[in-house]
C-alpha cells in the first residue's frame, strides 16, 4: 500500500483498535469518505507468506481475526449485517472453521 502523507495524516492513518485483519480495508473507506482516491493496481505483484502470522499462534489469531471483521462490521455496515456476522463468526467457532 503506498499513501500520500496528507490524505493519510487527515484520515488518522490506521486504526490502531484493528490487531490483525480489515485495518487496510477501514484505512481505504475512511479516505475514500474524506474524498481521496483509492486505486488498484491489478499488474502490482505482491509476494505474501500466506499464515505466517496465524500459524505462530492460531487461537489468538483467530481471535483477532473476528474481533478485526466484528469491529469493521460494527463501524461501517448497518446494524443486521453485523448482527449477521456475529452469528457466523459464532457458529464457525462452534461448529469449525
Given amino acids: 500500500m503506498l499513501l500520500r502523507m496528507e490524505p493519510a495524516r487527515q484520515a488518522a492513518f490506521f486504526d490502531e483498535r484493528y490487531f490483525l485483519y480489515e485495518e487496510d480495508a477501514d484505512l481505504c473507506l475512511r479516505l475514500r469518505n474524506a474524498g481521496h482516491s483509492v486505486v488498484f493496481a491489478p499488474l502490482a505483484v505482491v509476494i505474501h507468506a500466506l ?10 489469531a483467530r481471535r483477532a481475526y473476528d474481533a478485526s471483521h466484528r469491529l469493521y462490521y460494527r463501524l461501517h455496515r448497518n446494524p443486521l449485517e453485523a448482527a449477521m456476522l456475529n452469528v457466523w463468526i459464532a457458529l464457525k467457532n462452534r461448529f469449525g472453521r
Wanted: no cysteine.
Fill in 51 to 60: 499464515g505466517t502470522s496465524m500459524s505462530k499462534n492460531p487461537d489468538r
